[in-house]
């Protein structure tokens, strides 16, 4: 069928004006739904005037719209193209249409709203990324900070001892590594072999997660914590025989044996009372030990896994208080019997086997005092004992004694250094050989009274060096020696932060002491 001359094809400009050009009854839309917006007139739902529709959709009754399209080849409504083949008619009774123009609106509204909201979510999560990120690293920096600060601090007090130290080596401040912010760190101990440090210390986000902190001495950065009790851990001591085994025990009553290597517990023994002390026998690498609170001592085979093997058990009331220290001594004397010197809080006995192969042993006559550690040194079998300060003696006091063995094993005392005018808790000082000099050893301690670790020489008996700790980290509670890479330290240990010192292998080269201290600020 041909359009007629008057139609307008699809692409005339015509047809496209039609399309543009708004039709005079346009303006029916604005009536009700209920009338043909050609007539004005009811449609009705059967008859020549039902309701029917274009393909367009809008709505008209039949005979009208049959007559529009006889001459006309538009939609009276929008001028969309139609013809009479496009008119379908619509099988209601009664229309009554919705105006849905406001909830368009309203979803319209709501999208944008959701688009917003979904950048906002994602605005905010890239800011709280940066808050996270910035907030680490101001952390780091203020740790970085408080590093250098206890640097420069140390190596300005160490700076004006260098005058006393004529004729000494001298420590110089290493580094320092935070452990506890909790303040919970209580005791450590090293392995020469691996160079590795353990600190006890308690987990951070948990009320009964009990481990040690491991720290490497390649790379003091690298820290991992191993969880190994419930209750807090009162000694650690690294197998002297290597393989890197910490044992440790605690106030839950137990003792367990760890490789630090694999962080896996090799054994566990549980014990009737509080477990306050441990060592390693260094006559028999199976044989380990445990100093109870009511002062027993249990010695445990670790080739059995069920029981101990022996139990010392005190005599004396003096011997009756919580073990604080027990030393291996293998064959004193050339005795060929292997000897354990066991120290309470009141007082030091010394065990050797007899003809039964059991330990058996007395008391030793040390000066009287409240004991807070016992160190001894092997090759000149000389004992630092460290005592608290009372009504009679006001000032801590680090007693050198000589460990005799005869018929009877007995101490000479050889000189008392002395320390700070209180100790409110329980420090441990030690006694190591000057790596400068094999002929003297150095006492070394914590004093708590102004929070600073002072060195003395059995040399001539006197101080040598002292410098300050930082009073924010707590007192001084352990003073231990460290060894690694062939370099020799001592580490000081408070409540919150452990610290290495090297040793200077100076004598009388001040200059390069000096240039060290410069180098560490």
């Known amino acids: 069928m041909e359009n007629s001359p008057n139609s307008p094809t699809s692409s005339s400009p ?13 303006s029916s839309q604005a009536e009700p739904a209920t009338s043909c917006p050609i007539c004005l007139d009811s449609w009705s739902s059967t008859g020549t005037h039902r309701l029917v529709s274009l393909k367009c959709g809008h709505l008209f009754g039949q005979l009208c719209i049959e007559k ?12 969309g193209t139609s013809k009479k083949s496009d008119i379908r008619p619509i099988y209601a009774k009664s229309i009554c249409a919705v105006n849905n123009d406001e909830r368009d609106d309203a979803l319209r509204l709501l999208e944008t709203e959701k688009s917003k909201r979904n950048h906002l979510k994602k605005l905010h999560l890239k800011t709280s990324m940066q808050c996270q990120m910035f907030a680490s690293e101001n952390a780091s920096m203020r740790k970085k900070i408080m590093e250098l600060e206890n640097r420069i601090k140390a190596s300005e007090h160490m700076r004006s001892t260098l005058a006393v130290v004529q004729g000494h080596g001298c420590f110089s401040f290493a580094r320092s590594v935070f452990i506890s912010a909790e303040k919970k760190a209580l005791a450590f101990d090293s392995d020469p072999f691996s160079g590795m440090i353990a600190v006890s210390k308690k987990f951070e986000d948990s009320s009964n997660q009990y481990g040690v902190l491991k720290i490497s001495s390649i790379d003091a950065s690298h820290h991992e914590f191993v969880h190994l009790h ?7 001591a690294f197998d002297p025989h290597g393989n890197t085994t910490l044992l440790s025990c605690s106030k839950n009553k137990d003792l367990k044996l760890t490789c630090l290597k694999t962080n896996n517990t090799l054994l566990s023994y549980q014990t009737p009372r509080d477990c306050w002390s441990c060592s390693w026998s260094l006559a028999n690498s199976n044989h380990i030990s445990c100093g109870l609170q009511n002062g027993e001592v249990m010695i445990f085979d670790i080739r059995n896994t069920k029981e101990v093997n022996e ?5 004396s009331v003096q011997q009756k208080c919580p073990v604080v220290s027990i030393v291996s001594i293998p064959s004193p004397g050339d005795t060929g019997n292997e000897g354990l010197l066991v120290s309470s809080l009141q007082g030091i006995s010394y065990y050797k086997r007899d003809r039964d192969n059991k330990f058996a042993g007395d008391l030793l006559d040390t000066p009287m005092g409240a004991l807070s550690s016992v160190s001894y040194e092997h090759e000149r079998s000389q004992i630092l004992a460290s005592y608290k300060p009372n009504t009679k003696f006001p000032k801590e006091r680090h007693v050198l004694m000589g460990l005799n063995f005869e018929s009877k094993a007995f101490v000479n005392t050889i000189h008392t250094f002395e320390g700070g005018s209180n100790q409110h808790h329980r ?13 003297h050893l150095l006492v070394c301690a914590g004093d708590q009274s102004n929070n600073s670790v002072r060195i003395w020489s059995t040399k001539d008996m006197k101080q040598i060096q002292s410098w300050d700790s930082r009073r924010e980290d707590g007192p001084i509670i ?18 919150q932060r452990i610290t290495q010192f090297k040793w200077l292998y100076t004598k009388s080269r001040f200059a390069e002491a000096s240039s060290a201290f410069s180098v560490s600020r």
Do not use: M
């Open 427 to 439: 420090s441990r000082s030690c006694l190591i050989k000057c790596p400068d000099d094999d002929n």
């Open 230 to 236: 419930l209750n807090q851990i009162r000694d650690v």
């Open 14 to 26: 015509q047809r496209k004006k039609a399309r543009t050009e708004p039709d005079p009854l346009s």
């Open 478 to 495: 352990a003073i231990g020696p460290h060894r690694a890479l062939g370099v020799d330290y001592i580490c000081s240990l408070t409540n």
């Open 311 to 315: 139990t010392i058990t005190p005599k």
């Open 68 to 79: 529009w399209l006889s001459t006309r080849f538009t939609c009276p409504q929008c001028n």
